[in-house]
């Protein structure tokens, strides 16, 4: 059993910036981001391999979001810059134990809330 915590989340400025993290309880392969806004599905956000060599964006947020992970500390983290109100949502961290198969673990949800 893994747990994931997320932290990070806040309430921000249209143009600023806010990094989420993820601290897992034990290792992960594949980890990635998603989010929920009101009233909408969970969308893909970002993903990163155990190496960290391969990173996959949403065309929504390429350029402005990266991902990045600490393994001595099984903790993967987004940096959000020119954050903008459509980022407002709950963003909930994923991971998968297994390098092959699909993501079995989530977190409890941070909210990030952009003002314009």
């Known amino acids: 059993q893994v747990q994931l915590v997320e932290s990070g989340g806040g309430l921000v400025q249209a143009g600023g910036s806010l990094r989420l993290s993820c601290a897992a309880s034990g290792r992960t392969f594949t980890m990635g981001w998603f989010r929920q806004a009101p009233g909408k599905e969970r969308e893909f956000v970002s993903r990163i391999s155990w190496s960290g060599g391969i990173t996959v964006y949403a065309d929504s947020v390429k350029g402005r979001f990266t991902i990045s992970r600490d393994n001595a500390k099984n903790t993967v983290y987004l940096q959000m810059n020119n954050l903008k109100p459509e980022d407002t949502a709950v963003y909930y961290c994923?991971?998968?134990?297994?390098?092959?198969?699909?993501?079995?673990?989530w977190g409890q949800g941070t909210q990030v809330t952009v003002s314009s």
């Open positions: 994923a991971a998968s134990t297994s390098s092959v198969g699909p993501y079995n673990y």
